[in-house]
């Protein structure tokens, strides 16, 4: 008896082991959840409305959770990416159309990651922005040649790494200055305040659910897992593996998010200055002190280098999934920060820079969504991993609120009551 006991007590470690060494693609995508976008963001909802936006960032994390989710389970049980999949069902005018919008919706990404990055060493070591934004795309070239040279594994793994720094520098002040319990508690209560919290919202919403994580998602996983439709039963092994890595990434990006918004609630409400990152970077320092001014930054800056690394690779599979055309990452890289050096470069205020960059990713949101509803749900193609019901109302009900946001948005700017 002893013996069979230990036998199954080695077994369930083996079957740990096993499951923690396929997580990795879901924290890769994760990052894209908590870009300086997300800073931005959810600063100046805490700092100008205090919890009111709890539940926004509530709501789009658990949405975030169900598409990123339904886009790796794509990637694994079809061994192509939604890019792939969509240039193989769109005619060449249509293709040609959804890579441009998905393509605006990248570069409006990498503009968020490199301003962000760029003010990160601005805080850091008072370089001009344009210099900064420079260094930032010269050092995620550097973490490119990692993923080309080293694989995905070692890229995946750098990325956790940073994403461990993000997740200190953006909680270590709320060890300080903790956030009201009941503020919070009252923040989940689903509600507004005039149009700036619902465009707050609507960035908030795509900062946080991101359409170019979406496309890589399918590609990361399908290119991690490559033997995973070897069986039925190891593809089911790992479909349920693929479901823990995104619960587990995207619930870590999720408190980081959260404790953003609550660190600016608790800390930077009604202080001068905070509707940018460097006046909210100013008011945590006066309020916690240089040591916590200096970890958020470091946090700024690990959170800019590693989401433009993986914007960048995202560029890439929506380009090569769609148009079937291949352009080494470097280069891709090289073209792609200048746009945002430009804007650096023009003295654009980076802060509202990086906020209208989330409106815009808001939009390109169902135009990753539906496609992707409509593919995990399609039963020829996904067979018995077709999307349950309750998976497909979830999915369904995000595109709806999101598109209703959108439009709310669009009425409030064009009336000017926004």
Same mark, same amino acid.
């Given at each position: 008896?002893?013996?069979?006991?230990?036998?199954?007590?080695?077994?369930?470690?083996?079957?740990?082991?096993?499951?923690?060494?396929?997580?990795?693609?879901?924290?890769?995508?994760?990052?894209?959840?908590?870009?300086?976008?997300?800073?931005?963001?959810?600063?100046?909802?805490?700092?100008?409305?205090?919890?009111?936006?709890?539940?926004?960032?509530?709501?789009?994390?658990?949405?975030?959770?169900?598409?990123?989710?339904?886009?790796?389970?794509?990637?694994?049980?079809?061994?192509?990416?939604?890019?792939?999949?969509?240039?193989?069902?769109?005619?060449?005018?249509?293709?040609?159309?959804?890579?441009?919008?998905?393509?605006?919706?990248?570069?409006?990404?990498?503009?968020?990651?490199?301003?962000?990055?760029?003010?990160?060493?601005?805080?850091?070591?008072?370089?001009?922005?344009?210099?900064?934004?420079?260094?930032?795309?010269?050092?995620?070239?550097?973490?490119?040649?990692?993923?080309?040279?080293?694989?995905?594994?070692?890229?995946?793994?750098?990325?956790?790494? +940073?994403?461990?720094?993000?997740?200190?520098?953006?909680?270590?002040?709320?060890?300080?200055?903790?956030?009201?319990?009941?503020?919070?508690?009252?923040?989940?209560?689903?509600?507004?305040?005039?149009?700036?919290?619902?465009?707050?919202?609507?960035?908030?919403?795509?900062?946080?659910?991101?359409?170019?994580?979406?496309?890589?998602?399918?590609?990361?996983?399908?290119?991690?897992?490559?033997?995973?439709?070897?069986?039925?039963?190891?593809?089911?092994?790992?479909?349920?593996?693929?479901?823990?890595?995104?619960?587990?990434?995207?619930?870590?990006?999720?408190?980081?998010?959260?404790?953003? +918004?609550?660190?600016?609630?608790?800390?930077?409400?009604?202080?001068?200055?905070?509707?940018?990152?460097?006046?909210?970077?100013?008011?945590?320092?006066?309020?916690?002190?240089?040591?916590?001014?200096?970890?958020?930054?470091?946090?700024?800056?690990?959170?800019?280098?590693?989401?433009?690394?993986?914007?960048?690779?995202?560029?890439?599979?929506?380009?090569?999934?769609?148009?079937?055309?291949?352009?080494?990452?470097?280069?891709?890289?090289?073209?792609?920060?200048?746009?945002?050096?430009?804007?650096?470069?023009?003295?654009?205020?980076?802060?509202?820079?990086?906020?209208?960059?989330?409106?815009?990713?808001?939009?390109?949101?169902?135009?990753?969504?539906?496609?992707?509803?409509?593919?995990?749900?399609?039963?020829?193609?996904?067979?018995?991993?077709?999307?349950?019901?309750?998976?497909?109302?979830?999915?369904?009900?995000?595109?709806? +609120?999101?598109?209703?946001?959108?439009?709310?948005?669009?009425?409030?700017?064009?009336?000017?009551?926004?």
């Amino acid at each position: 008896m002893l013996d069979v006991a230990s036998t199954r007590t080695t077994g369930r470690r083996g079957d740990k082991s096993r499951l923690l060494y396929l997580l990795g693609p879901a924290f890769v995508a994760a990052i894209a959840y908590v870009d300086p976008g997300n800073v931005a963001a959810n600063l100046t909802s805490g700092a100008k409305f205090g919890y009111l936006l709890v539940w926004v960032l509530v709501a789009a994390n658990l949405m975030a959770m169900v598409v990123q989710y339904q886009s790796a389970k794509l990637g694994v049980v079809t061994g192509k990416s939604l890019p792939e999949l969509l240039g193989e069902r769109l005619g060449t005018s249509s293709r040609r159309l959804f890579w441009a919008q998905a393509e605006v919706v990248a570069i409006a990404t990498d503009v968020a990651e490199v301003v962000g990055g760029a003010i990160a060493l601005n805080l850091l070591f008072g370089l001009p922005l344009p210099v900064a934004g420079l260094i930032v795309g010269v050092v995620s070239m550097v973490m490119l040649a990692v993923q080309n040279a080293r694989g995905q594994r070692r890229f995946e793994s750098l990325i956790m790494f +940073l994403l461990l720094i993000i997740t200190v520098g953006f909680l270590a002040g709320l060890v300080l200055s903790p956030p009201d319990p009941a503020g919070v508690v009252g923040g989940l209560a689903p509600r507004f305040q005039g149009g700036e919290s619902i465009l707050l919202a609507a960035g908030m919403l795509g900062a946080t659910v991101m359409p170019h994580a979406i496309y890589l998602h399918s590609a990361l996983a399908r290119d991690r897992h490559t033997t995973a439709r070897s069986t039925p039963q190891y593809l089911a092994h790992i479909v349920k593996a693929t479901r823990w890595d995104v619960v587990i990434a995207l619930a870590v990006a999720g408190v980081v998010n959260l404790g953003m +918004l609550l660190l600016a609630a608790s800390t930077l409400a009604g202080a001068a200055g905070t509707g940018s990152i460097e006046g909210a970077h100013a008011a945590i320092v006066a309020a916690l002190g240089p040591t916590i001014g200096v970890v958020f930054a470091v946090g700024l800056l690990a959170s800019g280098l590693a989401s433009t690394s993986v914007g960048c690779y995202a560029g890439a599979t929506i380009m090569s999934g769609l148009l079937k055309v291949r352009i080494p990452l470097l280069a891709r890289r090289a073209v792609s920060l200048i746009p945002a050096l430009l804007l650096l470069g023009a003295g654009v205020d980076p802060t509202w820079a990086l906020i209208i960059s989330q409106v815009v990713l808001s939009f390109g949101i169902p135009l990753a969504l539906v496609p992707l509803l409509r593919l995990t749900s399609d039963k020829a193609l996904m067979g018995v991993h077709r999307d349950g019901l309750p998976l497909r109302i979830a999915a369904l009900a995000s595109v709806v +609120l999101i598109i209703a946001l959108n439009a709310v948005l669009l009425w409030l700017t064009f009336t000017g009551t926004a």
